[in-house]
Nanobody, 115 residues
């Protein structure tokens, strides 16, 4: 079992940046593909980006060129650097595996983009 704890969210103005962090417990983290998801109010949870064990990445179209996913296996962490944030990026952001495992969902971290 892996426990995931997201952090780093907050209120930011349009055009600003945030760096989200996901801390994972358990020694199996290095063997997991990881992903960030987000859920905006009244909408389904959507995939944002993924990263393989070897560091290969995938981004949803709306995030390409703005978001960067990375991982530090020594620290059991996965990160999401978000630049040029827009109001439509407002959501709760979660980390999990792709595809997501039900028992791995954390509480997420709220990102609000507003002037």
């Amino acid at each position: 079992q892996v426990q995931l704890v997201e952090s780093g969210g907050g209120l930011v103005q349009p055009g600003g940046s945030l760096r989200l962090s996901c801390a994972a417990s358990g020694s199996i983290f290095k063997s997991l593909r990881m992903a960030w998801y987000r859920q905006a109010p009244g909408k389904e949870r959507d995939l944002v980006a993924t990263i393989t064990q070897g560091g290969s990445t995938y981004y949803a179209d709306a995030m390409k060129g703005r978001f960067t996913i990375s991982r530090d296996d020594a620290k059991n962490r996965v990160y999401l650097q978000m630049n040029r944030l827009q109001p439509e990026d407002t959501a709760v952001y979660y980390c999990n595996c792709p595809p997501p495992l039900v028992g791995y969902w954390g509480q997420g971290t709220q990102v609000t983009v507003s002037s």
